[in-house]
């Protein structure tokens, strides 16, 4: 085979299969090499989705999808542009979670991802050169893995999450996927099954933590920096004690983002708008219980915080909006293991006669009987029936959010929620829910998941190339997203449907990029932002 003809062939980014013309085929000597019927990108499509149709579990079909992935992007890419709702949660959340799981067993090829050890330091930038292979970096996903949605430390296997994430973000808002590079940093793992096993195919040893570790993170944000001066750096399913600090330190120097922590405070934001907009009631009346304060809880929590400042409340009368639920139960300041997180949203126990007994949920909720209950716990069924009920008596329609992922991990069911509270329950869950029927009202569940809202956040910021992240943007993306929903249907999703991802994911990133232009985060004149979001957009077409 001809140098030429093995290269595009072998080249995802290149490859068209049997949708290379003639005139290409006579050029780069692929005549004889694939089958001679020369087809449309939309006829590949219908071949490979009649295979995916046939597949008998959703595991086989995220295989076939990968396999798709990995020799031709666009066509992967038209397809999943062609069945948007129906591939997310087989390529993604909840399906990736078994794909980690069973990652090193599975194993056939690297996705194009970027592996980097932190035993070995002197290797990161000569990796991230390989993996770029010249190409224009924008947008990379990086994930230590040891805390993969609510299944825990996966060490090397955790890679999947970075592909993921941005096979989304070039479905959702079109970023080019010859732009973008998913990384993953093996720091070791503390799981034994992974360390026992002798096909695993990370670093086998215990998780490396501070200094060594620390030093590794700086090395690779500059290295990444110097190589990709443009990039927009999102980090993914860190564990909770560095996930913070990470985004603390590089927020105010670099265009950086942390999903779990900005974009879930976004998505949950936005849903909580959406259910005021139906409920007609307003937020600084509200009372926020979190269950589960790791990196989402209170990235959430402070988003909501930073909401009612923004509504016109002083930072104490905001603070006493919220409480906070773990382990422990309710969280008070006289306890010694809270994060710098949580400290802030910790309660005096004088507030409460009982404080020695809300050391769980049920008697939290009714000693606190809040009006909003957001659930990041990982434990499965937290939220039961009597938790439903007693929301049920603090409000008219309590706001109830289950989004611990993947699916086995949830709360509560959407489905168990609308008959306990009689359909007064305002209900989003992290992974998608079918529509529930109570009573004769069809009730559409919203989905809050960042992936609804951190493609746009990133088109807008890389559409203008601004040079921050800003809490401003990040607001603005919240804003624009509670406004796409239908209010005043019965019924209503408090979140816009996962079916109109690209539409909103548009409206998303002109309201980031607006707001980074006025900030003046971004040099881009207000009068070009439409256009440079359109010229930003990729086409999965050949
Ligand atoms: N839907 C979304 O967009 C979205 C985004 C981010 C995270 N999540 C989900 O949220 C969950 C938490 O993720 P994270 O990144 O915050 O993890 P994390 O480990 O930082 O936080 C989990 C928190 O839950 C607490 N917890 C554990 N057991 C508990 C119990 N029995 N009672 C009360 N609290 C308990 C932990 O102590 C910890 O503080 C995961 O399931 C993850 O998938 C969802
Ligand atoms: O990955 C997801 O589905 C959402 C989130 O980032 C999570 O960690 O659960
Ligand atoms: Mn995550």
Redesign the pocket.
């Known amino acids: 085979m001809k140098m030429k003809a093995r290269n595009v062939l072998n080249n995802p980014f290149l490859n068209k299969g049997t949708g290379f013309t003639q005139a290409e085929r006579d050029e780069l000597g692929l005549n004889g090499l694939i089958p001679p019927r020369i087809q449309t990108i939309e006829e590949q499509a219908e071949r490979i989705y009649e295979q995916f149709q046939s597949k008998e579990n959703k595991l086989a079909k995220r295989q076939l999808l990968m396999q798709v992935f990995n020799e031709n992007r666009t066509l992967f890419f038209k397809l999943f542009s062609q069945h948007l709702e129906e591939f997310m949660p087989i390529v993604y959340d909840p399906i990736i979670a078994e794909s980690i799981e069973e990652y090193s067993h599975q194993f056939i090829q690297p996705q194009g991802a970027i592996f980097l050890s932190v035993d070995d330091p002197d290797h990161i930038k000569s990796a991230l050169e390989n993996g770029a292979n010249g190409r224009d970096i924008r947008l990379i996903v990086v994930s230590d893995a040891e ?1 993969i ?2 299944i825990g430390d996966w060490g090397v296997q955790g890679v999947d999450i970075s592909v993921g994430k941005l096979m989304v973000y070039t479905a959702a808002a079109g970023i080019d996927p010859s732009q973008v590079l998913p990384v993953v940093i093996d720091a070791g793992t503390n799981r034994e099954s992974l360390l026992d096993d002798p096909m695993y195919l990370g670093n086998r040893h215990l998780r490396i933590k501070g200094q060594k570790y620390d030093e590794f993170i700086d090395e690779f944000v500059s290295q990444t920096e110097s190589l990709f001066p443009n990039v927009y750096l999102h980090w993914e ?1 860190f ?2 004690s560095n ?1 913070a600090k990470i985004l603390n330190k590089y927020r105010n120097k670099i265009t950086t983002f942390n ?2 922590i900005q ?2 405070g976004i ?1 949950v934001l936005a849903g909580i708008l959406g259910a005021l907009q139906i409920s007609g009631e307003k937020l600084t009346e509200q009372t926020y219980m979190s ?9 959430i929590v402070k988003r909501i915080y930073d909401e009612m400042i923004l509504q016109g409340l002083s930072e104490e009368e905001a603070k006493q909006h919220f409480y906070l ?3 422990q139960g309710l969280l008070f300041d006289d306890d010694k293991t809270l ?1 710098p997180e949580q400290k802030p949203f910790a309660r005096n126990r004088s507030e409460f006669n009982n404080s020695n007994e809300l050391d769980n ?1 049920e008697s939290a909720v009714m000693a606190v009987k809040p009006t909003i209950l957001v659930g ?4 499965a069924g ?1 939220f039961n029936e009597n938790v439903v009920q007693e929301m049920t008596k603090n409000t008219k329609r309590p706001i109830i959010f289950p ?4 699916t086995k ?1 949830l709360e509560a069911q959407a489905a168990d929620i609308i008959q306990w509270s009689k359909g007064k329950a305002l209900v989003a869950t ?1 992974v998608p829910s079918e529509p529930v029927e109570f009573d004769g009202v069809i009730y559409k569940i919203g989905q ?4 609804l809202v951190y493609p746009g956040l990133a088109l807008g910021t890389i559409a203008v190339s601004a040079h921050r992240l800003t809490d401003s943007m990040i607001s603005a993306a919240a804003h624009s997203l509670s406004e796409t929903i239908a209010s005043t249907e019965l019924g209503a999703a408090v979140l816009p449907p996962v079916s109109k991802l690209s539409e909103f994911s548009k409206t998303v990133a002109i309201a980031v990029a607006q707001d980074a232009v006025k900030k003046g985060v971004s040099d881009c004149q207000p009068s070009d932002i439409n256009k440079r979001i359109e010229l930003s957009q990729w086409q999965p077409e050949y």
């Open positions: 805390g949605l609510g399913d564990g909770r996930a999903d779990d974009g879930t998505i269950f589960g304060a790791g990196t989402a809880g209170a990235g639920v773990d382990k994060t949920l990041t716990s990982t434990v937290a989004i611990s992922n993947p991990l992290g809050a998941n960042n992936a």
